[in-house]
């Protein structure tokens, strides 16, 4: 897999693509971390089933949704062009009739929870820590600007809260062999084959998607 040159952000990504260029894992980590069209692609999902969560209408009664949106200002990649402009919105919506009023945040690929990264990036770097040198790791954190503790607290998440969620205990069965967890979430990856294309993230973070939020049921399908 080549590295995308054109458009690359900046010369901290360069950097960064020399340095991880070599190892495999490291590559298409790397090679997703700075694809310029992944959060483009990630809002247009997000967008698609924030729709279908307001048409479907609230959960709890015959009310209907109303935008009720929050601002975000999620960190781990450079600015783009594209959103240089814009503010970051995650969707949610508020039921219209007094005596409900109940939020619908739907779940989304891009915000993984209350974490102020990127989803993906959390996904991706963690995947890296398993398996790459200190030094290159150091110099993945330094690249994206995420401190050293972000990513243990990250490691912590994945290996505790995630495994002991009420989503894991039912979703693990779909994996044939079973997920190794002492390796999350690189396992993820690999069970998804990740590191070959970008639909393949894409279909990692639709299936982490519904522990992004904890106002529509797991069973909802989108
Ligand atoms: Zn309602």
Not at 40 to 69: F, P, T, Y
Request: net charge positive.
């Amino acid at each position: 897999m080549t590295i995308p040159r054109e458009g690359l952000p900046s010369r901290g990504f360069s950097l960064l693509c020399k340095l991880l260029k070599n190892a495999k894992r490291e590559n298409w980590c790397q090679c997703h971390l700075a694809d310029q069209h992944i959060p483009q692609l990630l809002e247009k999902v997000d967008a698609d089933v924030a729709e279908k969560v307001r048409q479907g209408g609230c959960l709890h009664c015959a009310g209907k949704l109303h935008s009720a949106k929050y601002r975000r200002k999620p960190r781990g990649q450079p600015k783009q062009d594209w959103e240089r402009d814009q503010e970051i919105y995650r969707a949610s919506f508020c039921c219209d009739q007094d005596g409900c009023r109940k939020r619908h945040t739907p779940p989304s690929v891009r915000f993984l929870g209350r974490k102020v990264y990127w989803g993906f990036v959390v996904v991706l770097v963690a995947a890296m820590q398993h398996g790459i040198t200190p030094p290159r790791l150091h110099a993945l954190r330094e690249g994206l600007g995420v401190a050293r503790r972000t990513v243990e607290h990250w490691r912590e998440w994945w290996l505790h809260t995630f495994v002991q969620s009420p989503f894991w205990s039912v979703a693990r069965a779909r994996f044939s062999p079973p997920i190794d967890l002492k390796t999350l979430p690189l396992s993820l990856c690999e069970a998804f084959g990740v590191e070959e294309r970008r639909d393949r993230l894409l279909a990692l973070l639709q299936f982490l998607s519904p522990i992004t939020t904890a106002s529509i049921p797991l069973g909802w399908s989108m």
